[in-house]
């Protein structure tokens, strides 16, 4: 009888070791909120298709009111999205950070490889220390790749396993035709989507009013730094690219632009047109960030049709 009590003893000490050290390799997995399978109405095709000549090899346009697809094209092709990556990167961030004042040091492996693959920085340094809320700012409107490896690190320990998050996020909702390699978005052949899938993420992410407040911001103030005293302001490419264009502005509320050699001009944006809801996901518009802007041209044709 002792033996058998000293058996059971023994084997809850190592269930118990065992929890431990999963924990400790999957730290993530103890600040998961919103890991159940989320519910999400797929939208359904209109019966018109608006005839617009786009720059774009993709396009979707999803009315959020009527959830309603009234515009395809090759909406289920698999395309690489560049930075629209960093939509779902924010998502799995805001999902996993119970705090958003958060102090969260940027070290310098950070950098490492940023720099060699000329990613898209916010402006961060080595060693700068930051709050969770700037680095979610810095990711999504000047599409630093700096502060999405730093949420990523901070998150779940590295890239790799932040990245399993991302796909497991896909996988909850439904996008079929998605796999992500990185949290950045810079090129890699297996890091790939469609524009349906990144319209059904957009669509999920909304429902976030955090997520919301971030997609739709022009700009964000970073109150100061142990190596920024004056603050960082950071501005949203997107808007960047609007200004000038006061009609525009008024129309396209929230955006995520995306740029490599690989995936085209990308654009996935916001608008209310007539007090009803949009969105518009398009990739594969040739030029480059110094071009006119084809991505933008396209969103502007479109959301015209619909006035």
Do not use: W
Not at 47 to 75: C, P, Q, R
Not at 81 to 95: D, G, N, Q
Not at 201 to 220: C, H, S, V, W
């Amino acid at each position: 009888m002792f033996k058998r009590k000293g058996i059971y003893s023994v084997i809850f000490l190592i269930i118990i070791f065992l929890v431990y050290m999963f924990v400790k390799e999957y730290p993530f997995y103890s600040k998961l909120e919103n890991f159940d399978n989320p519910r999400l109405e797929i939208p359904k095709k209109s019966d018109i298709n608006l005839d617009v000549n786009l720059h774009s090899s993709n396009a979707i346009l999803v009315n959020l009111d009527t959830n309603k697809i009234l515009l395809d094209k090759g909406s289920d092709e698999i395309i690489f999205p560049a930075s629209l990556t960093k939509i779902m990167t924010v998502l799995i961030a805001i999902e996993n950070i119970s705090n958003l004042q958060e102090k969260i040091l940027l070290p310098k492996s950070v950098f490492k490889n940023l720099y060699e693959e000329n990613a898209s920085m916010a402006g961060f340094l080595p060693n700068e220390e930051v709050t969770a809320e700037d680095l979610l700012y810095a990711t999504m409107l000047p599409s630093g790749a700096d502060a999405s490896i730093g949420l990523a690190d901070n998150i779940a320990g590295s890239e790799r396993k932040f990245v399993k998050l991302m796909n497991d996020k896909a996988k909850q909702l439904g996008m079929k035709n998605t796999h992500f390699m990185n949290a950045t978005g810079l090129h890699h052949p297996d890091h790939y989507t469609s524009v349906k899938d990144i319209s059904l993420l957009l669509q999920y992410a909304l429902t976030n009013n955090t997520f919301r407040d971030i997609y739709t911001a022009e700009r964000y103030s970073i109150k100061s730094t142990n190596l920024h005293p004056e603050g960082i302001t950071v501005t949203s490419r997107m808007f960047n690219y609007l200004n000038g264009n006061e009609k525009a502005s008024g129309e396209i509320i929230g955006g995520k632009t995306g740029y490599t050699e690989q995936a085209g001009l990308c654009l996935a944006s916001l608008a209310t047109i007539n007090g009803e809801e949009y969105i518009l996901v398009t990739v594969g518009a040739k030029g480059d960030p110094r071009t006119e802007q084809f991505n933008i041209t396209d969103a502007l044709a479109v959301y015209r049709q619909l006035n």
